[in-house]
């Protein structure tokens, strides 16, 4: 007889209610508890009221409920070293230590490491002084891009077309903190063109086992127009990126790095996950996310074919080399973000959706929750948003454009007040096939 893992989820968005529909589907999963989780979690799991940030609370909780694996899928929750912190108390967790998530936490020390291992990058440099900072972009080419060093929810990365614009991104992180701390400390570096793409790895911190590549769509605007979010729209595999390569990709980037990360004594087990743009010079790094991306996670789970429950026990085991991880073959998958009205700026919360049903009875539709909430009143309860990307309507289908044409069917089907979508995502990609 099987033994069932009870398991807990960390997190609240899309990227966990994914990892949790696959989990799910496990003969080894008992019962999930996610926290805090959303909506769409509370359908298949137990949503507890505990804040991702809050480690002495999910410690507390996961020794009480004896849980059989942790997996802290969030930034900051390993930027805070929850990982280190369930390791003492003997839990087993997946994800990478504070000291190995710090390729994400930290931007300056995720550069300084890549001018380190000589790896290819845009060309840069790190302030902490306004006026300094302010002085070097009057000597640069525009445009120039300007991040904050550290967490800001995808949203800290500013591309400025002018010097005015430049100074008042400036002025906005380091003066005014508008991402708080995470503004103390700004990367300032040239501008690349080229395709973005997403490459994530699962690693044991000696070996690892590559995923089929993705693209988010990161604006918020129809032909990659506007501001930052933290990713609206994804598709995969990629269709227009050859073996040779992915290839390239695993021997100029993904191996020296960890390489790097085992020689400085913080082997990176976990979801290494580069985020690229492949320039007329090769593949260079943008920078780097130490767990899954969202929306990635949500089409990969999609086309994901082995049980996720094996590959996390290899990850921890270190026993990732010995597993065969299968895709579905000749398969896409796509999925598109529904967000509320304002965001990535301010938004309302609270419009009742409507709808889901409908759209999930369409053929290969899935829908998973990232901002909804279940809220029940005298005798109604109704689910309503909760955030700025409020649902991923994802789909597979033979081709992309196939994929792609049953998500905005299905989301044809959904409405909310305020609700909007990029009407474009993998546009780009189908015009290169």
């Known amino acids: 007889m099987i033994s069932k893992q009870k398991i807990l989820i960390i997190g609240n968005g899309g990227r966990e209610h994914a990892i949790g529909w696959k989990v799910a589907q496990s003969s080894r999963a008992g019962k999930i508890f996610f926290a805090p989780g959303n909506g769409g979690t509370s359908q298949i799991g137990t949503n507890i009221d505990i804040k991702a940030t809050d480690i002495s609370k999910l410690l507390e909780f996961a020794k009480k409920e004896k849980m059989d694996l942790t997996l802290a899928l969030p930034d900051d929750p390993l930027a805070l070293g929850i990982v280190d912190e369930f390791r003492k108390q003997n839990l087993r967790i ?65 591309i400025c077309q002018t010097q005015k614009e430049a100074v008042e991104t400036l002025e906005n992180m380091m003066i005014k903190k508008i991402f708080g701390e995470s503004g103390n400390e700004v990367v300032i570096e040239e501008f690349l063109t080229g395709p973005e793409i997403s ?49 390239r990709i695993e021997k100029e980037i993904v191996l020296p790095t960890l390489k790097g ?44 074919d082995t049980d996720i429950l094996d590959i996390f026990a290899a990850c921890i085991d270190g026993k990732i080399s010995d597993l065969e991880i299968k895709w579905k073959k000749n398969m896409y998958a796509c999925n598109v973000v529904l967000v509320s009205k304002g965001y990535p700026g301010v938004y309302e919360k609270e419009k009742i959706i409507s709808g889901i049903k409908e759209a999930e009875k369409q053929p290969d539709i899935v829908i998973f929750h990232a901002g909804t ?11 309503t948003t909760n955030g700025g990307r409020v649902l991923g309507v994802s789909a597979i289908g033979d081709t992309l454009e196939e994929a792609l044409k049953k998500s905005y069917k299905a989301i044809e089907k959904i409405s909310f007040e305020g609700m909007q979508y990029r009407k474009d995502i993998g546009k780009s990609a189908l015009n290169k096939i």
């Open 94 to 158: 997946w994800g990478p230590t504070k000291a190995a998530s710090k390729l994400e936490w930290s931007k300056a020390f995720s550069k300084d490491f890549m001018r380190q291992h000589n790896l290819p990058t845009a060309k840069f440099e790190i302030f902490n002084d306004f006026e300094k900072a302010k002085d070097y972009i009057k000597k640069q080419a525009l445009p120039i891009v300007i991040k904050a060093s550290g967490l800001a929810l995808g949203k800290g990365v500013i």
């Open 199 to 247: 490459v994530h790895i699962f690693s044991d911190g000696k070996n690892y086992k590559i995923f089929p590549l993705s693209q988010d769509h990161k604006k918020i605007g129809e032909g990659n127009t506007g501001l930052n979010t933290g990713g609206v729209g994804t598709i995969a595999p990629l269709s227009f990126v050859d073996k040779d390569m992915i290839n």
């Open 261 to 304: 990360m085992s020689d400085a004594r913080t082997p990176f087990e976990g979801i290494l996950y580069p985020g690229l743009i492949l320039t007329k010079d090769g593949p260079k790094i943008l920078e780097y996310n130490t767990r899954f991306g969202d929306p990635e996670t949500q089409t990969y789970m999609r086309l994901l």
């Open 373 to 383: 909430k279940v809220v029940r009143q005298d005798l109604t309860t109704n689910l």
